[in-house]
């Protein structure tokens, strides 16, 4: 039998704890590294590993998806025979209309299509990973060890052990064990939520009462017997699940020799690309330590930061710590520290965003995902000029000047819209995909309307100043 | 400009004539026969890049302060066969001024008033000026490359000085307009120097310099690849 070609990537993921850069696209479809989308390293690694036939299955937004992705022509994917599909949740006859329920339940809703496929494995992927692995090493130990299931292991921080799936191995890389999110990890090997399956197994094994991949068919895998092995995989691999490990990751990229390197000519990462000029430096730049893409006009000074495609930096404007995405226009004066700027935002002259030396305040509305210093602004929002914007601030997508009431906004404080904008949509019913939290987030809808149609301004607890 | 509108019917009746040139056996036949011949005067950039220094001229003006021609205007991309390639890395060393950095380039020394493809490494020290450096062009740390076209995959050595000292004045080496050019493949060693207005020929080796040296107005054959080492 030939080597496996086939792969279903999971990318239905919300990607809730990314705050605003996933509130309109699907975390798969969030932008990296510049000029990259999260799914393209998946992609790539499926083409780069000789996969042709790849279903991705979408569930969250996925038209940000759907025109990434198109028809595959970047990854040569535009194929006759095979190449990539899109799936959506969609529905049938004598088969009750409901989403995705979790990564198990999306698979299974799609098993026709593995009937059909001449192969008897099957690379079950997360389209939400940033990593690089040629995944025909992983399929030839399952093959080898005549597994059911082999599950892609990577040893982590036994600190950082709770956060994951984590298998203990015997000396046979079988799995004898699985915590999911364990108090008291037993081991420090955590599942990457990538897997081999056999193609029987997995007709076996999926079935309506086990939607979930980690939380319900591995463990009733391993107590019905079956043969389930860990992959050891020890190259880089990143989550960047949520906005600190996302910038993080970012800004690991800057070091000489990053532990992701994106200009290995052997295992190149493709992505979906508009034709732009070169970046064009001018004569009072500065530019330091920094990934500047095409189609870029730095007039001003840019220091550990990553520029998409398209952005434009104006004399004196600084753009430090920061990761600014596709056509964001900087104007003279202003000053990005630790910023992450969605596309199409306008920073007017003057303006601030990151000030003071209060890293610590977290957001008012989101303390659990903006806690560590970075302001996020939202997709074309507008930045008055002069306007004064502290740390751990959201700025909504779209606001205007008007929506905002002072041009001073404290550190963890947020500026919604005042008025809901034609393009407002209020996503309603359950939503699954390869985020775990998800399933907990459906069970508890999302209660998301509520509160962001209200004007405000807020900011963090009374007597905080910024310095 | 050489860029014609026919009407279909008189171009298929001058074509009947089994004409070579379309100047001196279409168009000017039409003229001397009182046709029609009408010119459109066009008010924007064009250029020939027919020559040397034409070329280098073009891709210099398009760092200047105001270049006349907007390699940037959204409503007029130009479209190329691109490889995919990452964003640029500035690392901490970069000093980038009034110059085009295209993707995939990697920059730790200096760069000024210059044109960088795809893939270009600058190490740190290297300093580039005036220059055009085609894609995936290596410069090595503390190399200086000045007034010089570098095509394609060349390798700048360590230390090595291009297009340093005088212009030289001489009828053969005058179409260079005192710049230097260095052919695909080629390597220059590290530490070497090269003159002004001297040509390193398509797969230069080590070898081919002499003390490390080319003098300026000097030139280096193209060597093919299977070609044994001189």
Known sequence: VRASRYAFILAGGEGRRLCLLSEKRAKPAVPFAGKYRIIDFTLSNCVNSDIHDVMVLTQYNPRSLNDHIGAGRPWDLDRSTGGVRLMQPYISRNRAAE??????????QNLQAIRDWPSDTVLILAGDHIYKMDYQPFVAQHRRKRADVTIAVKQVPIGEAHRFGILALDD???????QEKPRQPKSDLASLGIYVFSKRALEHWLSDDRPDFGGNVIPAMLAGGARVFGYRFDGYWQDVGTVESYWRAQMELLDDHPPLDLYDRSWVIHTRSEERAPARIGPTANV??????????ILGTVERSILSPGVRVDPGAVVRDSVVMFDTHIRAGAVLDRAIIDKEVSVGPNAVIGMGNDFTTPNRHEPTRLNTGITVVGKRAIIPAGAHIG???KIAEGVRPSDFPSKHVKSGGSVEPRRPRPTDQVTSGPIAGVDAEIVTVSAAGRGKSGG???????????????? | MGVYLFDTAVLRGALRARPVNLVLDVLRPLVEAGERVMAYEFQGYWEDVGTVGAYYRANLEL?????????????????????ERPPAQFRDHAVVEESLVANGSRVDGTVRRSVLFSGVVVERGAEIVESVIL????????ARVERAIVDKYARVG??????????????????????????????VPPGARVGRSVVIGVGARPTDYENGELPAGSAVPNRSWFEEAP
């Not at chain 1, 989403?99 to 299974?108: I, M, N, P």
């Not at chain 2, 200047?64 to 479209?79: C, G, M």
């Not at chain 2, 340093?164 to 179409?175: F, H, I, L």
């Open chain 2, 135 to 142: 894609p995936d062009v290596h410069v090595g740390a503390g």
């Open chain 1, 172 to 178: 046979t890389d079988a799995v004898v064990e699985w």
């Open chain 1, 99 to 108: 989403w995705y329920r979790g990564t198990a339940d999306a698979v299974l």
């Open chain 2, 158 to 187: 360590a230390g090595a000085q291009l297009g340093a000292g005088p212009p030289v004045d001489s009828p053969e080496t005058a179409w260079l307009e005192g710049l230097t050019l260095v052919g695909k493949d080629a390597v």
């Open chain 1, 391 to 393: 740390r751990n601030v």
């Open chain 1, 288 to 297: 330091h330590r920094s990934l500047v893409s095409h189609g870029c006009l």
């Open chain 1, 452 to 467: 962001r149609r209200t004007p405000r301004t807020t900011s963090g607890p009374a007597g905080h100043r910024d310095r």
């Open chain 2, 63 to 83: 760092v200047a302060p105001e270049p006349r021609f907007a390699l940037l205007d959204p409503r007029w991309p130009i479209l190329t066969r691109d490889e």
